[in-house]
């Protein structure tokens, strides 16, 4: 098989990618300087008025790659390299080397009296400065000038010496640590790399997990890309389209579709519907039912923000049962603003929450959900010994008002515990929390 090494991703345009020395090195005319404070005080401040971005790989934020990956990496992503042959550095002739395999667009500057390398001329012109306030102002422009007709003229397809990212280059990870809202995981063939996934990275085919434990666990192999963003090495699964946009036509509420089950594990029944849109069996309807079995179900809702799909079992394939199809959503004008404080009352206590009424809205189908980690000390340790009872007023403010994400049809309201003095349960004025 040929593979196509043209790259399948686009350069950072705006983004400038220094190889050059690090601290303290001697001049070809025995001056002894920080090329630190050269990139630090001079580079950066110059490709930021340019509206560029400045990047060297001993500066790359948040990256647990090792230098030559963040070194690649950068001059990967590169839409211009700043070469710096000032003084003999191997790092500086790799990093050199990949910008001329990779056909960057590339600039190469030198110290008076530097000695480039003759393998290499005739490759580049060599933008020669000098050290000093007027050399340094001198190298700003010309700097500047080879950038500015580099981006006028007509770009030449770069060339990748790897595939960007194809399907049978996927990585295989295992997970180690698990978050509510991330996993972090390691590269099994190269356990170097340590990267999070995050809610947002799960596969666009997966349900995204109000806890990540939902769907994963330590030790388990998970596939899917290491890739750098924002200067920081990220896992994800979703490379490639988006489409949710095209089953949110698809998968319209009742319409019917026959499901294979795909996989049958502790947390449940799962099945994938025509056109790739997974989903889980609820667990009263999964009796009996196994991997490759073919069953009838309906759509309840579908959910882009959180990538889910919800169905039930159909008696028959073109069956719409009513008990499936959701009752529609209240509106949000009868609910209460996020920040406004309100007097509460609670109705139901709970060992790690409390659910209350608000005193300004006493007619909600909903009470409020006061969460143990949004109450003040006290109020969290009279819970824990089972001292708050029914009727206990609260002062609280409103954090969320959405739809319910297990419930459709539902607006689900959270609260947290603030100071203040509580008014009468009559007074329903709500007032709103100071910015």
Not at 31 to 45: I, K, S
Not at 348 to 354: D, I, L, Q, R, S
Not at 363 to 388: G, K, N
Request: aromatic letters at 8%; charged letters at 30%.
């Amino acid at each position: 098989m040929t593979l196509d090494l043209r790259r399948r991703g686009s350069a950072e345009e705006d983004m400038v990618f220094f190889a050059m020395p690090y601290d303290e090195k001697e001049l070809p005319n025995g001056r002894v300087e920080n090329f630190d404070d050269l990139y630090e005080g001079h580079f950066e401040d110059w490709i930021r008025n340019w509206e560029l971005r400045a990047e060297r790989a001993d500066k790359a934020p948040g990256t647990t790659e090792s230098a030559m990956d963040v070194a690649w990496s950068g001059i990967d992503r590169a839409g211009f390299v700043v070469a710096d042959l000032s003084v003999p550095s191997t790092s500086v002739a790799m990093e050199l080397a990949w910008a001329l395999c990779l056909r960057k667009r590339l600039v190469v500057i030198a110290h008076e009296g530097a000695v480039v390398p003759s393998n290499t001329q005739g490759q580049f012109r060599v933008v020669s400065y000098e050290w000093s306030f007027r050399g340094l102002a001198k190298l700003r422009s010309s700097l500047h000038a080879e950038i500015e007709a580099m981006r006028q003229q007509r770009r030449e397809p770069e060339m990748d010496l790897r595939p960007y990212i194809p399907d049978q280059f996927r990585a295989k990870a295992r997970v180690e640590e698990i978050s509510e809202d991330h996993i972090r995981v390691r590269d099994i063939r190269n356990p170097r790399r340590i990267a999070e996934m995050h809610k947002q990275d799960v596969s666009y085919r997966d349900v995204v997990p109000d806890h990540m434990s939902q769907r994963f666990f330590v030790g388990k192999e998970v596939s899917g890309f290491f890739v750098n963003r924002e200067n920081t090495l990220i896992f994800t699964q979703q490379e490639g389209e988006d489409p949710w946009e095209e089953w949110e036509q698809t998968y319209r509420r009742g319409s019917a579709f026959t499901a294979r089950v795909y996989e049958v594990n502790k947390a449940g029944v799962w099945v994938e519907l025509p056109g790739g849109g997974r989903s889980r069996v609820r667990d009263h309807e999964a009796t009996g039912l196994k991997e490759q079995d073919e069953v009838p179900v309906v759509i309840r809702w579908i959910d882009r923000a959180r990538q889910r799909i919800d169905i039930a079992l159909a008696n028959q394939p073109t069956g719409v049962p009513a008990a499936t199809i959701p009752p529609p959503a209240p509106s949000l004008d009868a609910y209460p603003r996020v920040g406004e404080r309100q007097g509460a009352t609670v109705s139901v206590p709970n060992a790690g929450f409390v659910l209350v009424k608000l005193d300004g809205y006493p007619d909600l189908p909903t009470l409020a959900l006061l969460h143990a980690r949004r109450m003040s000390q006290s109020l969290r340790e009279e819970l824990e010994a089972s001292r708050v009872e029914e009727g206990r007023r609260v002062w609280v403010a409103v954090e969320e008002v959405a739809p319910s994400r297990n419930k459709p049809g539902r607006i689900d309201i959270k609260v947290r515990e603030v100071e203040g003095e509580l008014p009468p349960p009559e007074a329903g004025d709500a007032e709103e929390v100071p910015a």
